[in-house]
């Protein structure tokens, strides 16, 4: 026994630095996701997080002057270290799994602080802060209009501060940079002159009068400024192939590499074609008897999607519609019984606000915020604006045909987006809610999404409908040719003829699209590969779960364990699975 005390009381004096106390875990846990949401209020409003000790949240702006930069930094550096006081082997696997996430939000962080520098050299971020702060609080929240108006008057009041410290911040730009920016510039001058206006309650428009005048004032100034922001060049919005190495790595979660997800969506995108060709040549002989089959693949599939796409709503009935296929999803979900429904079930479809539409041009999704989960979520379907030519029209509704209209509903809605969203709003404790629901994985949220999509087509969604599935491989080639861009874009020389006879000529999209995309993938990088990257890791987790249960795995079961952990890197979703009881090889 003495041989035993010795050491073991040796080792506790040892281990008198770390942390094994689940208390303690929680207290960091809390401390950390709320400190993190007050460094920034706009992601605050969001997230329904409204108060921080004294500080009224949905009043201020994020501080990026000098000294709101170094306390950011000094924030990551001391919790870098009490992070390390925990002693992993103590805690239980989801414990471990929020401390991953944890040190995964702090290097992200420090990354943007010291190397990427967003707020030195990208002037769209500033606009887009501006643009969120405000219209959070505009549409959202569970806040009577005066007081939500009471705090666009108090964010209002000190937007020329801010924009003052963006303006001395700013280094430089690069001309799309500079476009974008001064385009949603000119959204956040008519969202402040117009739309917030128009709708003041009576008895505080003479104080939203005042405070507009200025904040106007300052916004037409940063337009200058961004103006006259000295040029990198065309090219200055690369990331070029090292700092695209070190961000892929903290996005990604680390378990792949750009060449590797390169050669996988290569790969991938010849595979998926030649899918497409199988699938279509039997269609093709239906729908064009008097063609002899050409050999050439893009024809073939070309003209079957061409045919598809002529079974679409009309203007008047396309909500309609939208709506019907949301019945149609959640009634064929509840009855499959491969993924299972949320408790809740809160999400309604909407016109995407108007504000929103230049990035969501089709639709999208706007989940309750975390720390009011019972606000209710949104499916946001863009309309076909009204100014739109017939042709142009006439494009969206055969490209939102029948069946990609469908795709979008499970998509962004369910088995989708909402569905996810709803099991991750019920996420306990709060704190793991948070940090999982705010700083979650990107990965695995847009995996989930086309992964979860696949399963409800595999289950008999329109019953294993041939141009259903042909319309979702066309949109998977979409998700390849996202990853292959994006990678090709931000570390070498790929031009823009090469990058839109991808999308043109091998995955069949509409040049409008096309172009869009283009733009899109040189105003952020590492976010494009997210929905095939995590469509491949949700395959390989699902099938090393199979494989490791055997006959004992269930579909159904699977899917609930990972909608309960919530949006965690797949990697650490992966460790989590294995480390936690129901998963167990059977003895
Ligand atoms: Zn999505």
Same mark, same amino acid.
């Given at each position: ?91 239980? *696997? =989801?414990?471990? $799994?929020? &401390? ?5 939000? +702090? #290097? ?5 602080? %010291? ?97 507009? *005048? =200025?904040?106007? $004032?300052? &916004? ?5 400024? +961004? #103006? ?5 060049? %065309? ?98 979900? =509840? ?253």
């Amino acid at each position: 026994m003495r041989h035993f005390l010795i050491p073991a009381a040796l080792l506790l004096a040892l281990a008198g630095c770390k942390q094994r106390d689940p208390a303690a875990l929680e207290r960091f846990r809390r401390q950390f996701v709320f400190k993190v949401l007050a460094l920034n209020p706009v992601n605050a409003t969001m997230a329904g997080y409204h108060q921080h000790q004294e500080a009224a949240l949905d009043e201020l702006w994020p501080d990026y002057s000098p000294t709101g930069i170094q306390k950011q930094r000094d924030f990551y550096r001391e919790q870098k270290s009490r992070l390390k006081a925990f002693d992993r082997a103590s805690f239980t *696997a =989801a414990d471990n $799994a929020d &401390l991953d996430l944890v040190a995964s939000q +702090i #290097a992200v962080g420090e990354f943007e602080l %010291d190397t990427q520098q967003t707020f030195r050299h990208n002037p769209v971020s500033y606009v887009e802060t501006v643009g969120n702060g405000l219209f959070t609080l505009y549409s959202t929240g569970s806040a009577s209009k005066e007081k939500r108006y009471s705090a666009i008057v108090a964010r209002l009041r000190a937007l020329p501060a801010f924009l003052n410290t963006a303006a001395d911040n700013l280094q430089d730009s690069n001309p799309v940079w500079t476009r974008v920016a001064r385009e949603e510039n000119q959204g956040n001058i008519e969202l402040v002159d117009k739309t917030m206006r128009d709708e003041a309650p009576p008895s505080m428009r003479a104080q939203y009068d005042e405070v507009a *005048a =200025a904040a106007l $004032a300052s &916004l037409r100034s940063f337009d200058d400024r +961004i #103006a006259s922001l000295k040029s990198t060049g %065309d090219g200055g919005w690369r990331s070029g192939a090292e700092r695209y190495r070190r961000k892929f790595a903290l996005v990604l979660g680390g378990g792949v590499t750009p060449e590797e997800l390169l050669a996988g969506a290569e790969a991938a995108l010849k595979a998926t074609r030649r899918k497409m060709f199988d699938l279509a040549l039997p269609l093709h002989h239906k729908l064009y008897p008097a063609h002899r089959d050409p050999v050439d693949l893009n024809l073939i599939v070309g003209e079957v999607l061409d045919r598809i796409a002529l079974q679409h709503s009309t203007e008047q009935s396309y909500f309609a519609d939208a709506r019907q296929t949301l019945e149609e999803a959640r009634q064929f979900i =509840a009855r499959s019984g491969q993924i299972p429904m949320p408790k809740r079930d809160s999400v309604s479809i909407i016109e995407t606000p108007v504000f929103m539409r230049g990035v969501y041009g089709v639709g999208g999704f706007s989940p309750a915020p975390v720390l009011e989960p019972a606000t209710g979520a949104f499916y946001w379907l863009t309309p076909l604006p009204a100014d739109w030519p017939k042709e142009k029209k006439e494009s969206k509704l055969r490209e939102y045909n029948r069946y990609g209209l469908r795709l979008l509903t499970l998509h962004e809605a369910i088995p989708g987006h909402y569905l996810q969203a709803e099991w991750a709003n019920d996420i306990q404790p709060e704190s793991r809610r948070v940090l999982r629901g705010v700083m979650g994985s990107g990965v695995y949220i847009e995996g989930w999404a086309v992964y979860a999509t696949e399963t409800a087509l595999d289950a008999g969604y329109m019953d294993h409908s041939p141009e259903l599935r042909l319309t979702f491989l066309k949109q998977q080639l979409r998700a390849i040719a996202n990853a292959i861009l994006d990678i090709k874009l931000q570390t070498t020389a790929f031009t823009e003829a090469e990058a839109l006879d991808l999308m043109l000529n091998r995955t069949f999209q509409e040049r409008s699209e096309a172009e869009a995309k283009l733009q899109r993938a040189q105003l952020d990088s590492c976010q494009l590969p997210t929905y095939f990257a995590g469509y491949r890791e949700f395959v390989r987790l699902r099938d090393k779960v199979k494989a490791r249960q055997g006959a004992r795995f269930q579909p159904v079961e699977f899917h609930r364990r990972v909608l309960e952990a919530g949006p965690l890197p797949m990697a650490t979703l992966d460790q989590y699975l294995a480390g936690t009881p129901a998963d167990a090889p059977e003895r």
